[in-house]
């Protein structure tokens, strides 16, 4: 590592991972004879409502498997999606049950590791809400565990699908907005009500919320070289509709500073705290989320980074900003398992990587050492950049 530059290091390790990469979709489909993706979804909560249906849109992709440790909830989404698919109580039943090619983990997020582990000891490809694992160790060694097993994982969110994300990408290699110096980014809302999960020790207002800011920024700006934060727990308990009140022990309120290569950082707000109208839907919303930074001009996210609405580009002292890049091109935050699955059965590499889920896991496992104590924690993982 100390003989070579951090980029030909990228370079290096993204061409070799890519090739591993597609060698294992061309594998698997030579083996497919039906050219369909089978599915078994893990997790039967309110996410699926909106997983569901994208994955039914696909005519690549057949959900086969429902499951979840609540087994009704499992029967009333087979029924209320017509899905035609088994049911099930739990995963090690599932597994030996229908066969599948690929499971989508949307279950609470601190079980996500477990699942997704043994998924992979099964033999399925992976695509799991975030994050993918409770620590970036964790994460590592199932991504080690899929390549020894010809097999890919994937970690969402699926920001970097947009075409606002692709457009402010090639505004800044374009050097529109000249040097870029800062960017900022901030999601949060008044906290969940529907489970404790995202409140309890594993879960918090990072991996929930943040995570998107994270995933966006280093997609536009490069991996993070390291991270300083402060976290906080303000409101101490919260009444959720399975447990009642509860005790709150993971932060509901985090600031983040991101270290990015040529002296660019960028900041990230979340919590669960934030007064917004618009709690998690941003479809009406004229506020942005991301903001960029550079000596010749600024450009602004308009609507959430998970929900789109246009990008505004501010580079001219004459001329008024410009709203720009309006169409969502049928993007949607849940099409990430769609995505993935049809890139395995097109043999196609999707912009989507589970090295910059990875990634983002360090950076919110490195957040919360900083803000313990006190420090500024370095990075190591990295992924291809730039994206677009």
């Known amino acids: 590592m100390k003989d070579i530059s951090r980029k030909k290091f990228l370079e290096y390790t993204a061409a070799a991972g890519a090739a591993v990469l597609l060698s294992s979709l061309e594998s698997f489909a030579k083996e497919r004879d039906d050219k369909l993706l089978k599915v ?15 994955l039914q849109s696909s005519k690549l992709i057949e959900v086969v498997s429902l499951c979840d440790i609540k087994y009704e909830r499992a029967v009333n989404q087979n029924k209320q999606y017509n899905v035609n698919a088994q049911t099930y109580p739990n995963i090690d039943a599932m597994l030996a049950g229908v066969p599948f090619d690929m499971q989508v983990t949307i279950t609470d997020m601190q079980v996500h590791g477990e699942l997704n582990k043994k998924a992979l000891m099964a033999g399925k490809h992976v695509w799991s809400e975030k994050p993918m694992a409770n620590t970036y160790k964790e994460g590592k060694a199932l991504l080690d565990l899929a390549r020894s097993k010809n097999l890919r994982i994937w970690g969402a969110p699926a920001v970097v699908d947009s075409p606002q994300f692709a457009f402010m990408s090639k505004t800044i290699q374009e050097g529109k907005l000249g040097n870029i110096s800062s960017a900022h980014g901030q999601y949060g809302h008044t906290g969940p009500t529907w489970s404790a999960f995202f409140y309890e020790k594993g879960g918090g207002s990072m991996p929930d919320l943040g995570v998107y800011n994270m995933a966006t920024l280093t997609g536009l700006l490069g991996p993070a070289k390291s991270v300083m934060a402060m976290t906080s ?12 009140t509860i005790k709150v022990e993971a932060e509901d309120n985090a600031h983040l500073l991101l270290e990015h290569d040529k002296n660019v950082i960028s900041h990230v707000m979340c919590g669960f705290n934030f007064f917004d109208t618009h709690g998690h839907e941003a479809g009406t919303t004229t506020m942005h989320s991301i903001q960029i930074f550079g000596n010749k001009g600024n450009m602004r996210l308009i609507g959430y980074d998970w929900e789109t609405n246009g990008v505004v580009l501010d580079n001219s002292y004459d001329n008024p900003p410009q709203l720009l890049c309006t169409d969502k091109g049928g993007y949607e935050w849940q099409e990430g398992a769609r995505v993935v699955g049809e890139s395995i059965i097109n043999k196609t590499e999707p912009r989507i990587n589970v090295e910059h889920a990875l990634h983002v896991l360090e950076i919110i496992e490195g957040a919360r050492r900083s803000s313990a104590t006190g420090q500024k924690i370095k990075l190591e993982s990295t992924f291809k950049w730039p994206m677009v």
Do not use: F, H, M, W
């Not at 078994?40 to 994208?54: D, E, F, K, M």
């Open 40 to 54: 078994a979804v893990i997790g039967c909560g309110s996410v699926s409502n909106r997983y569901l249906p994208q």
């Open 233 to 244: 727990i303000v409101t101490s308990e919260r009444t959720v509709d399975d447990k009642g």
